[in-house]
């Protein structure tokens, strides 16, 4: 509900087939050049369900202060491209970093991104926000569960992180979430973060 809707042009893309995953993904750039990117090439190029700010980068010049600042480009109803054989079924976040050359240098996710993390994906895993959709999907029912996904394994429903589905972590018989082997996104920092601060933290009251 406080996410600025921002849609990337004429609606092009397919309808999704479920929700069961809402996935974390790191940008390696800023909210505000990612916005820029995704809006040249529109829903013709790479997107993502929603975007965060930090505190990085041109996120905080030209009088922008984006740290935790939420964008939503594409429609719920709608797939989005962030993870290839998941897209029908998985709604992607992506998150705005400090823009390292390696993934073992991003930095932690910023106060402010991890309040808006908590409160969006608690809002993405709640009936309230699958009220609308199909009937047969389970998340009319029940939502998406707040617990993390063990894999990418078809049927799996929860909360993941794009590394999941990628070579060396995607196990046998899990979704590939992207073709780049090795990729490490959202970052050792952040999975970790992920783990021990964002899952604990949606259960709990309001941040």
């Not at 829903?43 to 505190?55: A, N, Q």
């Not at 993390?117 to 009220?131: G, N, Y």
Request: glycine letters at 10%; aromatic letters at 8%; one cysteine or more.
């Amino acid at each position: 509900p406080d996410a600025i809707w921002d849609p990337l042009g004429s609606q092009t893309q397919p309808r999704m087939k479920s929700h069961d995953i809402v996935c974390l993904h790191t940008m390696v750039g800023y909210l505000y050049s990612t916005n820029n990117m995704f809006h040249d090439n529109g829903y013709g190029g790479t997107e993502s369900h929603l975007g965060i700010g930090g505190k990085w980068g041109s996120d905080t010049t030209g009088g922008r202060s984006w740290d935790g600042r939420v964008e939503q480009w594409q429609d719920l109803a709608y797939t989005a491209d962030a993870n290839l054989d998941g897209n029908h079924r998985v709604i992607s976040i992506e998150t705005a970093d400090n823009a390292p050359k390696y993934a073992k240098d991003i930095q932690r996710w910023t106060p402010k991104q991890v309040s808006a993390i908590v409160r969006l994906v608690r809002w993405l895993c709640s009936k309230e926000a699958h009220a609308d959709c199909p009937s047969s999907w389970e998340c009319h029912k029940s939502g998406i569960p707040m617990r993390l996904i063990p894999d990418t394994k078809p049927g799996r429903r929860g909360i993941g992180y794009h590394a999941q589905g990628i070579a060396p972590n995607r196990v046998s018989g899990g979704e590939l979430w992207s073709s780049a082997n090795g990729k490490e996104c959202p970052g050792p920092v952040r999975i970790r973060q992920l783990k021990s601060e964002i899952i604990p933290a949606l259960t709990e009251e309001d941040m």
